[in-house]
């Protein structure tokens, strides 16, 4: 135990690194922006070997000194100026977090990250829960329509997340939206029906943890999309920046 904390106290002086690793599918900036769709997650256990400890207790350890050390919330501002501007919505669900990209003017379609047999199969115990974060034995890539509200057009969503509005350009918005369909039709062969949630899964290639989880997934195509994922996303609790809030553009 001695040795477990020294270790970790020798992680202090590395919190720079830690804040670059809550960006670890990429930044905001056009030099480091990537396919995330392609995004190859780490293994659970590949930070705690690469400062030297293998024991699995050191993951929960350092799992829990990340968001204590980074803080609880995730800002986005959306891109200045887009094109043609059109609304999606960021969705917290207390622990999960999703985006819904415009389909029509009648509904939205949600997308969704997480670990197999939690997200997909209902396997939500405790248990199932370290399982996912720290050996999770699969993926899955959610896909869920829901219907826009007659009165102020956002998504009549299942579970009354937490949502906010991001305007970005009508471009990105269908690109994305085009590339998540791909993925999904390329995956149909693994495809399930959760009737709890009303959403459809398919296996993902992505390796789910702590590392790798919902809510990184969501920085990541957030970023994709031309905004700006500030703070640590590690958990489901984004928010607008201020500056934002006060250069509000109308969109659809």
Request: charged share 20%; hydrophobic share 40%.
């Amino acid at each position: 135990m001695k040795v477990l904390v020294s270790r970790i106290m020798g992680i202090l002086p590395m919190l720079q690194v830690m804040q670059i690793l809550t960006r670890r599918c990429g930044g905001s900036g056009p030099a480091l922006r990537l396919t995330r769709l392609e995004v190859k997650c780490p293994n659970a256990s590949a930070l705690s070997t690469a400062f030297g400890v293998s024991n699995p207790v050191a993951s929960i350890v350092i799992f829990a000194f990340c968001v204590l050390s980074l803080g609880c919330t995730a800002t986005v501002t959306p891109p200045a100026n887009p094109h043609h501007p059109v609304a999606i919505y960021v969705a917290d669900y207390g622990h999960h977090s999703s985006i819904f990209l415009p389909v029509d003017k009648t509904a939205f379609i949600e997308y969704s990250f997480g670990d197999w047999n939690y997200y997909a199969l209902n396997h939500s115990s405790t248990m199932g829960a370290i399982e996912a974060l720290f050996y999770s034995h699969g993926s899955a890539f959610g896909r869920r329509y829901t219907p826009r509200s007659s009165d102020d057009n956002t998504p009549l969503a299942l579970f009354n997340p937490k949502m906010f509005a991001v305007c970005i350009s009508r471009e990105s918005a269908e690109k994305m939206r085009n590339q998540l369909e791909a993925k999904w039709q390329a995956g149909l062969a693994t495809r399930i029906h959760n009737a709890d949630d009303d959403t459809d899964f398919i296996r993902d290639s992505r390796h789910y943890s702590w590392q790798c989880d919902c809510n990184e997934i969501t920085a990541c195509l957030l970023r994709d999309l031309g905004c700006e994922v500030e703070g640590a996303t590690y958990l489901s609790h984004f928010r607008l920046s201020d500056d934002a809030l006060g250069t509000m553009v109308y969109c659809e």
